[in-house]
């Protein structure tokens, strides 16, 4: 018998490039603000960006304060004058128009493992932003439902995030349960602190540090079809109507 029934995917960098997007969005941006989209001024951005993402995935701040923030910080670090609430504003409507896959066969790899599977999104991000991307990117059509953290108030790797995913997806068993993730910090501690089984997906075989022990480590998203799959179902991937048997 299969041992995972359920699969809880990230969205940024797992199943969507976020980093296309958000290079894509910020460049817009900061040309409709009058600022040079230059490599130095877009890495200023991410790096602030990132910092204040960090302080809110340990509790440091809220989601409030890193919206306020992050356009704030960035126009007083390259002495350019402006409203950074308004420019995060723009930026987010933006990067929701920017459904980008991740390379490789996402919708193949979500059509297959959908069949012996219920699969679910838990992300980090704005509803608002986050839900438009997952639907126009073609994911969504896999996906039971899409959890995101604006809309959970909680953000991985807080444990509550994943609570609620279960609870509204009706799985009881955490056993059955498989995370799915890029970020070791954010997906695999949340999957663990939630009590689930986590997956790594290091597409660039980047050195864990040891901190964080994921259940299995991938560099592919194909690579989860022996871990989901039982063998029969696995040699009829390309087939329909292959859920696993309770």
Request: with cysteine; net charge negative; charged share 25%.
């Amino acid at each position: 018998m299969a041992k995972y029934y359920c699969i809880l995917f990230d969205a940024d960098n797992t199943l969507l490039d976020f980093d296309t997007a958000e290079n894509k969005a910020l460049i817009e941006t900061l040309t409709q603000y009058n600022i040079e989209p230059s490599n130095e001024t877009v890495q200023k951005y991410r790096e602030i960006n990132e910092a204040l993402w960090r302080q809110l995935e340990k509790g440091q701040i809220r989601r409030d304060k890193l919206m306020n923030e992050r356009f704030t910080r960035f126009l007083k670090e390259i002495g350019a004058s402006g409203n950074g609430a308004e420019m995060n504003h723009y930026y987010l409507n933006q990067l929701s128009t920017h459904p980008d896959l991740m390379p490789g066969n996402i919708l193949d790899v979500l059509h297959e493992l959908a069949e012996v599977a219920t699969m679910a999104i838990v992300t980090n991000g704005f509803d608002k932003v986050q839900s438009r991307r997952v639907k126009e990117s073609g994911v969504a059509a896999f996906m039971e439902e899409v959890f995101v953290s604006e809309r959970s108030d909680s953000e991985k790797p807080n444990r509550k995030i994943f609570d609620t995913a279960l609870k509204t997806l009706g799985v009881e068993n955490r056993e059955h349960v498989l995370v799915v993730g890029d970020s070791l910090t954010s997906d695999i501690q949340g999957g663990i602190n939630a009590g689930l089984d986590t997956c790594w997906l290091n597409r660039e075989h980047t050195e864990n540090p040891g901190q964080v022990s994921p259940t299995y480590e991938i560099d592919a998203l194909e690579q989860l079809y022996p871990i989901v799959m039982e063998p029969d179902e696995l040699a009829r991937v390309g087939q329909k109507n292959r859920r696993h048997q309770v």
